[in-house]
């Protein structure tokens, strides 16, 4: 793919200020915004920057340089609302070195250049296998409307006239699994965990089917390294975010560029999502296949995190998740970039508070306005003991003894320290009751007319009836 052919493509709506050599090939579409970006670079890439650099003190001119130094092909500036231009300065040192450079505009992500780009190289990979396959027009026809390893698949089982489907990281990526299916590895880069699930050995296949599925697979290879391919650099992109989010140490103008880049509205309104899973690589695929366009989502330490946009409620979100992928899952409050670290803390505790619980389920930040419930995100054994040690000899004197202390302490808790109101629904004396708190303070050296131990106690009887 040529420079002038990314900037003809017409749903871009790319503008040039600067036209150099724009019959250069590109090598490949790369988003950078640091300085001296150059080290990263091998020369005839097409640059992407929103001007994030300048918040550093990197002047135009010291970045275009390094640019031009590592001999890139074109760079093209973002537009992040409120800038509607891109800086002269920018422009002019872009000028003085015969660089191209084109404006990407407000509503175009900068993933779609890297799809175009994509795109235009699968197809450029495709040529040589097409004059090869004209005896099976069925499968490229299907792809010229619809891209997608499905539609391969599809195209390949109606040959076959029975079921096949392609599995890769251990999950099913598109179609039916035949009842007794034989795999078939597929061969590509990063291909080592890909096969073709067939209904019968390629061996027992006639000629026809075995060719089918022959010409059928490197076109499945090639799907599904163009999905890996642009999945990766998301990916990458969206790691950054996450940790830019969490740790606060860049300002929200980064973060609302970068979300930009995602395809994701800066403005919201968006929540953050942890899933909390035994198998935290599959599921973050997984996560990020379902919300599409609508999120990112990318592995942090053992959690699956993401940005989502919320269509309806916080609630349904998390139901959604919960249903498709089951887990641990936590949702922070909608809101907009400014608002995503919150969202995130609380999409976190969440998770934890939940992923305490015997039975799975999903927790929103709606539900996180109990102080109490921070004992639901400690670990069990641990507040059992802590309980206990506190409790303990009112435990051993009931046991011992027959007493009712415990459930007398707790009625006398329950009732906000109403001596009268806990006598009767105890059916005792109030006396009875003063005798037995009385035996309580002597037990566990705690005194019921302070407020802390009053908490303390009443905290180890609710983790206590946890337990």
Same mark, same amino acid.
Request: proline share 5%; net charge negative.
């Given at each position: 793919?040529?420079?002038?052919?990314?900037?003809?493509?017409?749903?871009?709506?790319?503008?040039?200020?600067?036209?150099?050599?724009?019959?250069? @090939?590109?090598?490949?579409?790369?988003?950078?915004?640091?300085?001296?970006?150059?080290?990263?670079?091998?020369?005839?890439?097409?640059?992407?920057?929103?001007?994030?650099?300048?918040?550093?003190?990197?002047?135009?001119?010291?970045?275009?340089?390094?640019?031009?130094?590592?001999?890139?092909?074109?760079?093209?500036?973002?537009?992040? @609302?409120?800038?509607?231009?891109?800086?002269?300065?920018?422009?002019?040192?872009?000028?003085?070195?015969?660089?191209?450079?084109?404006?990407?505009?407000?509503?175009?992500?900068?993933?779609?250049?890297?799809?175009?780009?994509?795109?235009?190289?699968?197809?450029?990979?495709?040529?040589?296998?097409?004059?090869?396959?004209?005896?099976?027009?069925?499968?490229?026809?299907?792809?010229?409307? !619809?891209?997608?390893?499905?539609?391969?698949?599809?195209?390949?089982?109606?040959?076959?006239?029975?079921?096949?489907?392609?599995?890769?990281?251990?999950?099913?990526?598109?179609?039916?699994?035949?009842?007794?299916?034989?795999?078939?590895?597929?061969?590509?880069?990063?291909?080592?965990?890909?096969?073709?699930?067939?209904?019968?050995?390629?061996?027992?296949?006639?000629?026809?089917?075995?060719?089918?599925?022959?010409?059928?697979?490197?076109?499945?290879?090639?799907?599904?390294?163009?999905?890996?391919?642009?999945?990766?650099?998301?990916?990458?992109?969206?790691?950054?975010?996450?940790?830019?989010?969490?740790?606060?140490?860049?300002?929200?103008?980064?973060?609302?560029?970068?979300?930009?880049?995602?395809?994701?509205?800066?403005?919201?309104?968006?929540?953050?999502?942890?899933?909390?899973?035994?198998?935290?690589?599959?599921?973050?695929?997984?996560?990020?296949?379902?919300?599409?366009?609508?999120?990112?989502?990318? !592995?942090?330490?053992?959690?699956?995190?993401?940005?989502?946009?919320?269509?309806?409620?916080?609630?349904?979100?998390?139901?959604?998740?919960?249903?498709?992928?089951?887990?641990?899952?936590?949702?922070? !409050?909608?809101?907009?970039?400014?608002?995503?670290?919150?969202?995130?803390?609380?999409?976190?505790?969440?998770?934890?508070?939940?992923?305490?619980? @015997?039975?799975?389920?999903?927790?929103?930040?709606?539900?996180?306005?109990?102080?109490?419930?921070?004992?639901?995100?400690?670990? @069990?054994?641990?507040?059992?003991?802590?309980?206990?040690?506190?409790?303990?000899?009112?435990?051993?004197?009931?046991?011992?003894?027959?007493?009712?202390?415990?459930?007398?302490?707790?009625?006398?808790?329950?009732?906000?320290?109403?001596? !009268?109101?806990?006598?009767?629904?105890?059916?005792?004396?109030?006396?009875?009751?003063?005798?037995?708190?009385?035996?309580?303070?002597?037990?566990?050296?705690?005194?019921?007319?302070?407020?802390?131990?009053?908490?303390?106690?009443?905290?180890?009887?609710?983790?206590?009836?946890?337990?």
């Amino acid at each position: 793919m040529l420079v002038e052919d990314l900037l003809d493509r017409p749903e871009l709506d790319l503008r040039v200020r600067v036209r150099g050599r724009v019959d250069r @090939p590109i090598r490949w579409v790369h988003t950078i915004e640091i300085e001296s970006p150059g080290r990263f670079l091998r020369g005839g890439e097409v640059v992407l920057t929103a001007g994030v650099w300048r918040t550093a003190g990197i002047t135009a001119e010291a970045f275009v340089a390094d640019l031009v130094a590592a001999d890139v092909a074109a760079v093209g500036f973002g537009l992040v @609302p409120p800038e509607t231009e891109v800086p002269e300065e920018f422009v002019a040192a872009a000028r003085d070195r015969g660089l191209t450079c084109f404006v990407v505009p407000v509503e175009v992500a900068f993933l779609q250049i890297v799809e175009a780009f994509v795109a235009t190289k699968r197809a450029e990979w495709e040529r040589p296998l097409r004059r090869h396959l004209a005896q099976h027009d069925a499968i490229v026809a299907a792809l010229r409307v !619809q891209r997608g390893v499905g539609t391969v698949v599809r195209t390949l089982g109606a040959q076959l006239g029975e079921p096949v489907a392609v599995r890769a990281a251990g999950g099913v990526v598109a179609g039916e699994v035949p009842v007794s299916h034989h795999p078939l590895p597929l061969v590509g880069e990063g291909l080592a965990d890909a096969e073709l699930l067939l209904p019968r050995p390629v061996e027992e296949l006639d000629v026809e089917q075995q060719a089918a599925v022959v010409q059928a697979m490197p076109f499945i290879a090639l799907e599904i390294e163009r999905a890996r391919a642009v999945r990766a650099t998301e990916l990458r992109y969206a790691w950054e975010l996450f940790e830019w989010v969490h740790s606060a140490t860049v300002g929200v103008d980064t973060v609302r560029t970068r979300l930009h880049s995602l395809g994701l509205p800066p403005d919201g309104p968006l929540a953050a999502v942890v899933v909390r899973t035994a198998d935290p690589d599959a599921v973050a695929v997984r996560l990020g296949d379902l919300l599409g366009g609508d999120g990112v989502a990318a !592995q942090r330490g053992g959690d699956v995190v993401a940005f989502a946009r919320v269509r309806d409620s916080a609630v349904d979100l998390a139901r959604w998740v919960h249903a498709s992928l089951g887990g641990a899952v936590g949702v922070g !409050q909608p809101g907009t970039a400014a608002e995503l670290r919150v969202s995130l803390l609380q999409a976190a505790h969440a998770a934890e508070a939940v992923s305490s619980r @015997p039975e799975r389920g999903w927790m929103t930040h709606e539900q996180l306005s109990s102080p109490a419930l921070l004992l639901s995100a400690q670990d @069990p054994e641990l507040l059992a003991a802590t309980s206990r040690a506190l409790l303990g000899p009112v435990l051993d004197h009931d046991e011992r003894r027959g007493s009712d202390l415990l459930p007398s302490l707790a009625a006398y808790l329950d009732a906000g320290g109403r001596w !009268q109101e806990a006598a009767r629904r105890l059916h005792v004396h109030i006396n009875t009751l003063r005798h037995r708190m009385s035996r309580v303070e002597e037990l566990t050296g705690r005194s019921l007319a302070s407020t802390a131990d009053r908490v303390d106690l009443y905290l180890a009887l609710r983790a206590l009836r946890q337990s």
